[in-house]
Nanobody, 113 residues
Framework: QVQLVQSGGGLVQPGGSLRLSCAASGLAVRVYTMRWHRQAPGKQRELVAQIFSGGSTNYADSVKGRFTISRDNTKNTVSLQMNNLKPEDTAVYYC???????WGQGTQVTVSS
């Protein structure tokens, strides 16, 4: 049984940083394309970042240069380091394994002064 369990998130002031983690069981993150999505209230879900099995990454234009996706093959986790956060980054963030369409439970990130 595949599970993606997220941790991290919370409330941060503009300009601050947060780190989200996604711990996988039942699959090996190193062989999957893993993604982070987000959904703000009243908006469509947005693909934020992805990491491919070969290690290459790409990002939405809105987060380029501020967010970094990474994985730890030993711990079988995928992380999203978010720096210089802005109020418009406020959303529920979801971890996703593309093959099999598995999803984490979602984590609230709120950027507010």
């Amino acid at each position: 049984q595949v599970q993606l369990v997220q941790s991290g998130g919370g409330l941060v002031q503009p300009g601050g940083s947060l780190r989200l983690s996604c711990a996988a069981s039942g699959l090996a993150v190193r062989v999957y394309t893993m993604r982070w999505h987000r959904q703000a209230p009243g908006k469509q879900r947005e693909l934020v970042a992805q990491i491919f099995s070969g290690g290459s990454t790409n990002y939405a234009d809105s987060v380029k240069g501020r967010f970094t996706i990474s994985r730890d093959n030993t711990k079988n986790t995928v992380s999203l380091q978010m720096n210089n956060l802005k109020p418009e980054d406020t959303a529920v963030y979801y971890c996703n394994a593309v093959l099999g369409d598995h999803w984490g439970q979602g984590t609230q990130v709120t950027v507010s002064s």
